[in-house]
């Protein structure tokens, strides 16, 4: 279909500049055209499919009906190039630069600290661009809104909404009164000396907005458009082709002609299914250019919406039609509206059409249930004429399918005004607030006859409860010629838990949750139908307060920043302790930045795509890459006998395969590579690839199953302190309880990166590494290859997040590369595909904790016993590691007299597992706390209380005999109850509780003490270099890599304070292994000690050497005195070293010191939790964190902020599903969900402890990359505390279970509501759940 036939020339504009292409290919995306063809990397590859918004930019386009033009948000990774034709694309790199002049957004982010790693920013930009193209002066709505598609995952997001927030004109609230409350309102007492605050960035040096600075649409374009006579478009790929007509008759015609084509709009069903199911559509017809799609049409009855309009534009429609109405007319209207605000990110909304909506015909769709409940319907069109359709039950057949017959186009959509008497209700919940398909979702709409409650017509759909939009035909029947009164509802409920009833091994799971929803939504429409009646006095019952329902508050507040001033004797000049941009964090937000895939393509570089295992326990009968071979662009496909050295790695004793050779042992593990001369040839080949398993027997997937079999890889470990058998026997009371704590998926932004260079002579590689370890990757490779490390240079300019997960699998991942480029001897590029990434690369270990725990009346715990089991997955990584650190932290803040442990790292047929930020100590403690929570529970006293009772205090003793005192902790806690104001809002949430029957708030309080260093003594060292040149510059290398954390802007205080030279002279350009050699990985919380106490160390010494010329000439400037040094033959390089304490653990002794110290701090949450939905927010969060002197505020409390969001993330949302065979469910932003904006906590404050020294790390600082993560926890705890207010109104009292994360779905059900309990449980085991329960 492709070559022979004449194409179109595609024309559109990209920031500001023409672009004609003659022969582009319908398979390309605007994301791979902009990084691959015009080299613009400052867009972002994030996920692929529209779920994370790093691909973000601005479309705009002319309108010739109304002469003006629009600007829209688009996610590049999903729109086709030849969409494109006649529109204006900005992206980042358009709207400014450090070379020319930076645009006040990306100033803004930058400034306000709004980007660490960088990879995000881009986009995080652009769709804040395009707000401030349509509305200069936005709202807090606004802004949340046009952010909720935007992921980051490290910010913690407030910093970015602070910085966004300058542009609202409400913005300038102090909050210096605290509690949320402006200095502008008064209370403030006028005597009182005004206390200069610290602020992390200056408002005042923003560069102001001016519109009229703006790229000007091009008039070129606007000719174009209004042109008449435009003509049919047709371009044409390898594999498909695409046709553009220009009118509805020609539309009509091709559609007959080709009825199996789809008609692509947004291309956000279509462009998904091709790109992640493999679907391939040879042709393809855009109708956007077809102006009857797009018109609106109103009658008396309501209003024709063009199929082809956008959600956007819909939604816009609506918003404007209700004001114009009276209510009674728009009920349908405002439910709509209230979805369409819900319904992906604003980016999806902008694209999606109304049609392509209603004809994905998806069963969670959020629109399709209101529109059938509301009467709605549609008009379609074919060669065969008009008809009109009912959105009814009849017409969504099955999933994706509908009533209409393949060539028939719909042309537009009836939505009808409601009448006198009639309600329309749509509720829906989904796994997170916002940017999120829904679990279940729902329209109900019932008619009343005049002036009654006398139900004339109701009619009731939902979506998430089968294959398609279902309708509770018989629930409508039941209720339909009734009034509407407690005694129909509660027969309706009944008949509803009968109609919708969900198999228990049903797709998606949540089977119990998603049968209460249904009865919860019909609650929730009878409470405002009530209302709605009462309002028209058709009754005159009140409804009770206490069981009203208000929707959860959203609004994010501006939040305080404490942090300690610089001593009044510090020199100006020396940035030390004070609050420092990210010194990448203005080229970040230009897209400017390089990562490791914005490297230009080397000549002959080829990319390589991996094959994996589709079977968790099998032989691998056959690899047949013959076909693969054959395919275009397809150089060779790399298995485990090409490597010409190791061809595994090994590890504490065991051995992981680089390629698998005769057996797999996970879904996901790597058999062989494809190399390609393109992306997309490779992915082709390694489609192309024939594998033959054999099924093993009894694949092992879960803790449980583990134990069973004894499943697990050495060594265990087992630690004791006191006796805790016999002080079993003195306690007052006794309890068990057990805790299953789920994985966490990193979710950098940026996927696993690499590119190997060889460079073609003495087996010489480059390899550019997106790396936390460039060492290990080096030795790796080198192993690898049979050659020494003195070939492989590998390179890590910055790395777009890691977290942990680019250590170890990365190091394998790299070798896979580098024998590809070592075969070839070509450059070879290795970037995994989101879903790839989430696949292969493992995630944080699953635990399963099982305690008893010993405690006496008056609240102290006397004995607790803990056995911990992480679910570390087919391969051993650093699993034992992780069950060391579960031990090491599993007193937490408490002085438990009798304490024992033991864990277990369990070998499973699951992808293996690595480090995560935190490495099994939040696993570790979250369990402890609970413990303390069911002892609170049992003793029925608040948790807090038991913490505190329990808590070390004066010179104090670990369980493994570590001397430490926890002053700073205590200091923390009680700050973080005064700040807090714990005790009042405490007693205010009771009182809350009280009057409210279906919400309930709950709060906690939670510390934190976390050892800082490696415990294996030897990684606690490191080395910078430090070269002065002639001109003055200083260009500094160290060991640590910079992962969005500001390690290098931290060193480049350092540096700066040392050689008492401002920050600009010096230079970081990368952490490379042949500046810095056998470098420990960036992790631990230990990169600036360790690195900061090298760079120290080479500074002063160059300093030193100095002196004699600063002396001979005290009024000389810096550069003077280099040159003197020059010419004095003096060298103006040195090495600097750091050789770190030396820790270790005898775990057969069972004493150690395996930390330098600890960083300590306390978290308290506030939440309201929706208990009929499990909805909650957070509604305030104070963190007090002692961390030393800070060597820069702004760094660390964006540390504290990501983690604790990440932490948040945890405990709350994220869920890895596996399927019974072990298949990673969860494989995107789709359907993983990361905390977004609508997480932040509504307050967030941050204090850093004021006066806290710490003699063992650099100026006094502490470590603080990973601590904060646990105090995440305070949100799951928050929840657990509501849902138990909620559990007593059905008089349940005592501990109850709750597993980590505290899902919408657990908490819904912990709060044991009279619509949960109505669900009958299943009995495990008695069904094959959709998912493990790993
Ligand atoms: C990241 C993401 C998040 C999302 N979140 C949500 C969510 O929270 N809630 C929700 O409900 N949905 C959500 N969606 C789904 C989204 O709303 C739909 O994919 C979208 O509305 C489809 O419209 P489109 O124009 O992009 O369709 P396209 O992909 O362009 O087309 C889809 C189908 O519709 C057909 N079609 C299009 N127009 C017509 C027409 N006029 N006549 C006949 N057939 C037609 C096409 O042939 C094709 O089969 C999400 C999607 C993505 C990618
Ligand atoms: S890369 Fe486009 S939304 Fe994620
Ligand atoms: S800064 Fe947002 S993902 Fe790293």
């Not at 009771?990 to 309930?1000: A, P, V």
């Amino acid at each position: 279909m492709s070559s022979g036939k004449e194409a179109d020339i595609l024309c559109f504009f990209i920031n500001g500049k023409k672009v004609t292409e003659n022969n582009v290919d319908p398979e390309t995306t605007l994301l791979s055209f902009l990084r691959e063809k015009l080299r613009l990397t400052g867009t972002k590859y994030g996920c692929g499919g529209g779920g994370c918004g790093a691909c973000t930019v601005m479309v705009s386009r002319h309108q010739p009906a109304t002469k003006t033009i629009t600007h829209y948000s688009v996610n590049a990774c999903l729109l086709p190039l030849c969409q494109l034709h006649g529109a204006a694309v900005t992206t980042v790199e358009g709207i400014g630069s450090t070379k020319t002049r930076i645009h006040p957004v990306q100033e803004r982010i930058a400034k306000s600290h709004g980007s660490q790693c960088g990879f995000c920013t881009p986009g995080m930009v652009m769709s804040m661009y395009t707000l401030l193209r349509n509305k200069p002066q936005p709202t807090m709505e606004d802004i949340t809104q046009t952010l909720a598609g935007n992921l980051c995952r490290c910010t913690g997001y407030r910093p970015i909404v602070d910085g966004c927030r300058t542009f609202c004109q409400e913005a300038n609230c102090c909050q210096v009164n605290g509690g949320g409350a402006c200095c502008l309102n008064g209370e403030q007492d006028a005597d009182e000396p005004e206390l200069e605050t610290p602020q992390l960035f200056d408002k005042e040096e923003f560069l102001p907005l001016d519109p009229t600075q703006e790229l000007i649409f091009p008039p070129e374009l606007i000719l174009m458009s209004e042109a008449a006579n435009p003509k049919t478009l047709t371009f044409y790929g390898e594999r498909m082709s695409w046709v553009s007509p220009a009118s509805l008759e020609e539309l009509i015609q091709l559609k007959t002609r080709n009825p199996k084509a789809p008609l692509v709009v947004g291309n956000t069903n279509i462009g998904p299914d091709m790109k992640f199911k493999g679907i391939l559509h040879p042709l393809i017809i855009s109708p956007t250019r077809v102006m009857e799609l797009f018109e609106v049409t109103r009658t008396p009855q309501g209003v024709w919406v063009g199929a082809g309009c956008s959600l956007t534009e819909v939604w816009s429609l609506l918003k404007h039609l209700v004001p114009q109405f009276p209510e009674e007319e728009t009920e349908l209207f405002r439910a709509l509206s209230q979805q369409l605000g819900y319904l992906g990110s604003q980016q999806i909304r902008n694209v999606s059409s109304l049609g392509g909506h209603i004809m994905s015909a998806n069963p969670n769709s959020d629109l399709n249930p209101v529109l059938a409940a509301g009467n709605c319907k549609v008009s379609v069109i074919s060669d065969g004429g008009r008809r009109q359709l009912p959105l009814n039950q009849d017409f969504f057949v099955s999933f994706g399918k509908t009533l209409l017959k393949p060539e028939e186009i719909v042309l537009s959509v009836f939505i009808p005004f409601s009448r006198k008497g009639e309600f329309v209700g749509a509720f829906r919940q989904a796994p997170r607030k916002e940017s999120s398909f829904p679990t279940v979702t729902t329209g109900m709409r019932v008619l009343f006859s005049k002036g009654s409650r006398l139900v004339q017509d109701v009619s009731i759909y939902f979506g998430g409860m089968g294959p398609t939009t279902v309708s509770a035909t018989r629930t409508c029947a039941a209720i339909a010629t009734r009034s509407w009164d407690d005694e129909t509802l509660s027969r309706a409920y009944d008949v509803l838990l009968d109609e919708l009833v969900l198999p228990l091994s049903a797709p998606g799971g949540k089977v119990q949750f998603r049968r209460s929803l249904t009865l919860s939504f019909l609650f929730k429409f009878n409470m405002e139908v009530l209302q709605k009646l009462r309002g028209m006095n058709v009754t005159t019952e009140e409804l009770p307060e206490r069981m009203q329902i208000q929707p959860l508050p959203r609004e994010i507040q501006p939040g305080l920043q404490e942090f300690q001033h610089v001593s009044k004797h510090q020199s100006d000049q020396d940035p030390v302790g004070r609050p420092t941009m990210h010194r990448s964090a203005l080229i970040q937000a230009t897209g400017e930045a390089v990562y490791c895939d914005d490297i230009p393509i080397i000549d002959g570089e080829l990319f390589l795509v991996l094959v994996t295992s589709s079977r968790a326990h099998a032989k691998i009968t056959r690899l047949d890459v013959s076909e693969a071979l054959r395919l275009p662009g397809v150089v060779d496909v790399i298995t485990a006998k090409d490597i010409p050295g190791k061809k595994v790695r090994a590890l504490f004793g065991y051995e992981e395969e680089l390629l698998a050779q005769t057996e797999v042992s996970c879904v996901g593990q790597m058999l062989c590579a494809v190399i390609a001369d393109t992306r997309v040839h490779a992915k082709q080949g390694a489609a192309a690839v024939k594998v033959g398993y054999e099924d093993l027997p009894d694949p092992v997937f879960t803790s449980e199953e583990a134990i069973e079999k004894s499943s697990f890889f050495e060594p265990r470990r087992r630690i004791e302190r006191g006796n805790v058998t016999e002080a079993f026997e003195t306690v007052d009371q006794v309890h068990e309880g057990e805790f299953r704590m789920g994985g966490q998926e990193h979710f950098y932004l940026e996927t696993q990166s690499m590119l190997v260079v060889p460079v073609g002579e003495e087996t010489e590689f480059n390899a550019y590494v997106s790396t936390q370890w460039p060492t290990l990757t080096q030795e790796a490779i080198a192993e690898t290859l049979s050659i020494p490390s003195n070939r492989v240079t590998c390179h890590v300019k910055r790395v777009g997040g890691a977290f942990g997960g680019k250590v170890m699998k990365t190091a394998i991942l790299a070798c896979i590369t580098s024998v590809a480029a070592w075969k070839t001897n070509r450059a070879v590029r290795c970037v995994l595909e989101r879903g790839e990434d989430m696949l292969i690369t493992g995630a944080r270990h699953p635990v399963l904790g099982k305690y008893k725990v010993g405690f006496m009346n008056d609240g102290r715990i006397v004995a607790a016993d803990i056995q911990y089991y992480a679910n570390a997955g087919n391969t051993v990584d650093e699993s034992p590691l992780v069950a060391e650190k579960i031990l090491l932290h599993f007193d937490n803040a408490y002085n438990i007299p009798n304490l024992r442990g033991q864990a277990a790292a369990c070998r499973t047929n699951l992808p293996s597992n690595t480090a995560f930020r935190g490495f099994g100590v939040p696993q570790s403690v979250v369990i402890v706390e609970n413990m303390l929570n069911d002892v609170a529970a049992v003793l029925r006293r608040p948790a807090d209380q038991i913490r505190e009772i329990n808590m070390y205090k004066g010179p104090s003793v670990t369980h493994y005999k570590f001397e430490f005192s926890p002053e700073n902790l205590l200091r923390c806690w009680e700050e973080c109850k005064v700040k807090s104001d714990y005790g009042a809002r405490r007693r205010a949430a009771d009182q809350f509780n009280q009057q409210n029957r279906w919400k309930k708030r709950g709060m906690s309080i939670i510390p934190i003490k976390y050892g800082i260093a490696f415990s294996d003594g030897f990684l606690n060292q490191a080395a910078a270099l430090v070269h002065i040149y002639k001109d003055g510059s200083v260009l500094l290398a160290h060991g640590g890599t910079e992962l969005g954390q500001g390690l290098h802007t931290k060193m480049q205080q350092v540096a700066s304070r040392e050689l008492h030279i401002p920050p600009s002279k010096i230079y970081i350009s990368e952490t490379s292994t042949n500046t810095v050699p056998n470098t420990s990985p960036s992790a631990a919380s230990f990169g600036t000690d360790a690195n900061g106490m090298a760079v120290k160390n080479a500074c002063q010494t160059l300093y030193q050497r100095l002196e004699p010329f600063r002396q001979k000439n005290p009024k000389g400037s810096w550069e003077k005195w280099v040159q003197a040094a020059y010419l004095e033959k003096i060298s103006l390089s040195t090495t600097g070293f750091y050789r770190g304490p030396d820790l270790y653990m005898d775990w057969d002794k069972v004493e150690g010191r395996p930390y330098a110290y600890f960083t300590y701090g306390v978290c308290c949450c506030e939440v309201e939790l929706d208990c009929l939905t499990g909805d909650y927010r957070t509604l305030r969060t104070d963190i007090v964190m002692d961390i030393g002197r800070s060597v820069n505020p702004s760094v660390d409390i964006g540390q504290i902020e990501g983690s604790f969001m990440q932490g948040l993330g945890l405990f709350t949302l994220e869920e890895l599903k596996f399927s019974p065979s072990g298949f990673l469910y969860t494989r995107g932003p789709s359907q993983y969900k990361i905390p977004a904006v609508c997480d932040v906590p509504l307050v967030f404050n941050v204090y850093l402890l004021p006066d806290s020294d710490n003699p063992h790390a650099i100026y006094s600082s502490k470590g603080i990359g990973e601590p904060v993560l646990f105090l995440g926890s305070s949100v799951f705890f928050a929840i657990k505390d509501a849902a138990a207010a909620a559990r007593s109104e059905s008089g349940l009292v005592g501990p109850f279970s709750l597993d980590s994360p505290a899902t919408p779905e657990r908490a819904c059900l912990a709060c044991a509501s009279p619509f949960t309990q109505k669900i009958p449980s299943s009995k495990p085991g008695s069904f094959q759940p959709w998912a493990l329960n790993i």
